[in-house]
């Protein structure tokens, strides 16, 4: 039975080694941060880190992460990068329905942690992640604002992702 | 007949007559109070320090719940964090039927907001009467009422004097627009912390005592049954049926999911009803025709179609053109949900249900229970969109519950059972014809929507039942078809008729059913993305013919000062229609509505690029302005105004269900792809403010405007029209080798 190693928490489970992470850690450790979103590897919603590493916990078995280092959204809110991107897409009301922003906050935290990183990289990066409602502009706006504060030193800023709103 | 507010808040004819019997003016005043009347319903003070406000609008992402804290606490003169908006609750929270039509604003926010004007003047006596002094002496902050003396008296302590026990008929006074300090400018999304953080929020994320997990087995077809036994157990799960519904229920939802897959491995699934593949195929549809209206005055009339309006001897120049929009998927992020308690006698059901209300019975005629022994909770879910899997799952956690009284039971449907069983967005045809006269103007409007039908929700039916697996029981309950919608601006004919002034119109729309298992509803701005997509891409064509700027083209056929104002503003903003010189693969383009030619008003322009070698669209930026009456909540209308667009920005260029023998053939992400972030273009968004006009909902008003303009920037980039939704590149190219 496999050792998981969450949020620097041992959990010793009763559960198989071919289980999806995304259920021992909702179902076994009582997360909430990890969504079930196609099971499949495509929405991003189940995003954590393993060995800091992002990974779709839906489609990752328990018995290969045991005994290595997973992170949900519940330990990387409560660090620095957590703090900055969290308030960040609160500041700008960054969603709409917000069941995929768990798993972006994750991507963007990881992404945070290993400043500098080009903009470019963090859009290519935020592809692994499908919202519906459309809060897409936002949440590029959020990114832009960590990754690229100076925005006329990275081009024209025609590309994706820098709308804003006027009123 | 003109009317307008006077500055104490009483509806006064243009004449200076008071004017509050006319029934449209007070259902604008009053929202929903019309139906629900009684103060108390809408408002209480449970403790110190706190309001609490209920609504029957339940929370879609949307941000109903933070605008009708704004609206609260400016009338009541608190700050809005003394607010909390009640989740809704059949028989506790008024029933304000479904969340839908952008119209909690309008309805919601109306009775809110009367509802708390007239809270503050009841509280406001009552101290007057406490501190022996003259209403007009008190000064209002956050709770509590000071007069000139450094007296104070709190509105709990006021509250605590008894119920108001008042009905509201009449509108009260209003705080003045100019000493606003929420409505206009916003607080920020009072749900989003624990959402964006990943704390429990959603229907999954409950937890009840004892509470199992289980998941649903779908027939392979509509219609296939389970001949053979069941067995009673699969590893830890035990299996639920009843005839042909099937569901695992375990201890976990891990362990449900895998006895799920295990048990589908040994299901014998017979019969069944073919899909009909070409029902999106307008030769079809048009073969599937029930019934016609007209379309007059917004609303689908019985009687004869007018005559045909085109008059083909004077007009210098008749057009045709048939535009075609697939069947859509609402595509929720997170898979329906529910959560049942079934304790032999009664059940309670948390949902994320558009009408609790509505649902509610649904569930108790099915299960043949008493209507009041059912309660259903709102509690919230992905972004549905429209009517998706959201009743059907209260359904079937409802059915497990049932045979496993006593134990809560959470209930999901699996990725592949949201794409390939929720109702589809129908598809529709619209073929227009218009004459345009020789001096430029278009003459007369010919326009025929053939639609499948937009409204399939869960309303109590006299027989039978539209909840998914209430059809697969034993007796099953008969499937109730949608109804033709007929109403105002609605289904099908929602904005089929244009805002522009196109000399004689006609407008029918022509109501398709098959009879086949295809099951169509309501889908975010329901018929108004192919109608809008028709006209205002028409309009280019009829533009085009007549020599004339598309934009000089729309204003001359429109005087409405609010349309003209946001055409004019989103071409301001993109600097224009021109391309930058030298690039022949990019264009732009305009589209413009009036969400149901009576709410709000957006134009969009986009700027797109499409190279020829592939056939694949780039959106570079979207420029779109919008005004939605008297601001409530700038940031969030700005949310529902660009998610709109990005929503519809996807179904333009991507989206189509494609049917197989067996259903939608797309079963995940990869066979019903959508918009990804690096597909996003930059959006800049101007917000009109109307203070002198009802805020109203925006959250469809720009989806037919962004397909329009999508259109007509393709166009422009490629100099072929593409008339068929999605804007694929196998489309695309199809319409260059058209041209070759």
């Not at chain 1, 916990?57 to 045991?66: F, I, Y």
């Not at chain 2, 929020?201 to 001949?227: N, S």
């Not at chain 2, 029930?290 to 085109?310: E, F, K, R, T």
């Not at chain 2, 592949?416 to 004459?435: C, I, K, N, Q, W």
């Amino acid at each position: 039975m496999p050792v998981l190693y969450v949020n620097d928490g041992e959990h010793d489970l009763e559960i198989g080694s071919n289980l999806p992470l995304l259920w021992a850690l909702r179902d076994q450790i009582g997360l909430s941060s990890p969504k079930y979103g196609c099971g499949l590897e495509q929405c991003g919603a189940c995003r954590v880190l393993v060995d800091g590493v992002p990974v779709a916990s839906c489609r990752t078995r328990c018995g290969d992460v045991a005994g290595r280092p997973v992170a949900t959204l519940e330990a990387l809110r409560a660090t620095a990068e957590g703090h900055e991107v969290i308030e960040g897409l609160l500041r700008a009301n960054a969603a709409q329905c917000g069941y995929c922003l768990p798993g972006i906050a994750v991507t963007l935290i990881w992404l945070a942690m290993r400043r500098p990183v080009p903009f470019d990289e963090v859009v290519r990066a935020l592809d692994d992640h499908l919202c519906r409602c459309g809060s897409h502009p936002r949440i590029l706006r959020v990114a832009r604002r960590i990754f690229d504060p100076d925005p006329d030193a990275a081009g024209d800023g025609s590309r994706a992702g820098h709308g804003n709103g006027e009123t | 007949m003109d009317s307008a507010l006077t500055e104490d808040g009483v509806l006064a004819a243009a004449d200076g007559r008071r004017a509050i019997g006319d029934e449209s003016t007070r259902r604008r005043l009053l929202g929903s109070l019309v139906e629900h009347p009684l103060l108390d319903a809408w408002l209480a003070f449970p403790e110190e320090g706190r309001v609490t406000v209920r609504t029957g609008k339940v929370e879609l992402g949307q941000g109903i719940r933070t605008a009708l804290a704004i609206i609260a606490a400016e009338e009541l003169v608190v700050s809005p964090a003394r607010i909390d908006v009640a989740r809704t609750t059949t028989g506790s929270t008024p029933d304000e039927g479904f969340t839908a039509g952008s119209r909690s604003i309008e309805q919601s926010g109306a009775a809110v907001r009367q509802a708390c004007a007239h809270a503050y003047r009841l509280l406001r006596d009552r101290a007057a009467a406490r501190l022996e002094v003259s209403a007009d002496a008190l000064v209002a902050d956050d709770g509590v009422f000071t007069t000139s003396n450094g007296d104070t008296v709190s509105y709990f302590e006021l509250a605590a004097e008894g119920p108001f026990d008042y009905l509201v008929t009449a509108p009260a006074p209003l705080q003045p627009a100019a000493e606003h300090r929420f409505i206009g400018r916003g607080i920020p999304r009072l749900d989003l912390p624990a959402k964006i953080s990943g704390a429990p929020a959603y229907v999954p994320d409950l937890r009840l005592p004892g509470m199992r997990f289980a998941r649903v087995l779908r027939p392979p077809r509509p219609g296939a049954t389970l001949e053979t036994a069941t067995p009673a157990t699969v590893g830890s799960a035990d299996v639920v049926r009843d005839g042909s519904f099937v569901a695992v229920v375990a201890g976990s939802e891990g362990e449900a999911e895998e006895a799920a897959e295990r048990l589908a491995a040994l299901l014998d699934w017979r019969g069944g009803m073919g899909f009909p593949l070409d029902a999106a195929d307008p030769s079809y549809m048009a073969a599937h025709v029930v019934s016609s209206y007209p379309i007059i005055d917004g609303l689908a009339s019985d009687g004869p179609a007018p005559p045909d309006p085109i008059s083909h001897d004077d007009a210098a120049l008749v057009l045709h053109s048939r535009f075609t929009k697939p069947f859509l998927l609402h595509g929720s992020i997170g898979p329906s949900a529910a959560v049942a308690l079934h304790d032999g006698a009664s059940l309670t059901v948390w949902s994320h249900s558009q009408g609790v209300g509505f649902l509610g019975k649904s569930l108790a005629d099915v299960l043949g229970l008493d209507r009041g022994a059912v309660t259903v909770h709102h509690l919230d879910g992905a972004g549905c969109y429209g009517h998706n899997g959201a009743d059907d799952a209260a359904l079937d956690a409802a059915l497990v519950a049932r045979a496993c009284q006593g134990q809560p039971i959470s209930l999901r449907w699996a990725r592949a059972d949201e794409h390939r069983f929720e109702p589809l967005g129908p598809a529709m045809v619209v073929d227009l014809t218009a004459s345009l006269g020789r001096d430029g103007r278009v003459s007369s409007w010919d326009e025929d929507i053939l639609t499948y039908r937009h409204n399939a929700r869960p309303l109590p039916q006299a027989t039978g039942s539209r909840l998914l697996a209430s059809w697969s029981l034993d007796p099953p309950v008969e499937r109730s078809r949608a109804a033709p919608m007929l109403d105002f601006e609605a289904g099908g004919h929602r904005n089929g008729t244009p805002h522009y002034e196109l000399g004689a119109m006609r407008v029918v729309k022509r109501d398709v059913d098959d009879a086949s298992p295809l099951r169509t509803s309501a889908m975010r701005s329901l018929g108004a993305l192919a109608n809008v997509f028709a006209i205002e891409s028409f309009m280019d064509e009829l533009a085009s013919a007549a020599g004339a700027d598309p934009v000089a083209f729309r204003l001359g056929h429109t005087s409405d000062p609010r349309a003209r104002a946001v055409i004019e503003a989103a071409v301001e903003l993109a600097g224009g229609l021109e391309v930058p010189a030298g690039d022949d693969s990019v264009g732009r383009g305009l589209g413009f509505a009036q969400y149901e030619n009576s709410m709000a008003y957006v134009a969009v322009v986009v700027e797109l690029e499409v190279p020829a070698r592939t056939a694949q669209i780039t959106l570079r930026h979207a420029w779109i302005a919008a005004d939605a009456g008297e601001i409530i909540d700038p940031d969030g209308l700005l949310n529902q105004i660009e998610g709109g667009f990005v929503q519809a920005a996807s179904w333009t260029i991507k989206e189509k269900v494609e049917l197989g023998p067996d259903g939608p053939s797309c079963s995940d992400w990869d066979s019903y792809p959508i918009l990804r972030f690096s597909e996003i273009p930059s959006i800049h968004t101007k917000l009109i403010d109307r203070p002198d006009c009802p805020p109203v909902g925006a959250g469809e008003a720009s989806c037919g405007p962004a397909a329009g303009a999508i259109a007509n920037a393709l166009a422009q980039a490629t100099g072929v029209r593409v008339r068929d939704l999605p804007f694929r590149p196998e489309a695309i190219r199809a319409a260059f080798d058209a041209l070759d």
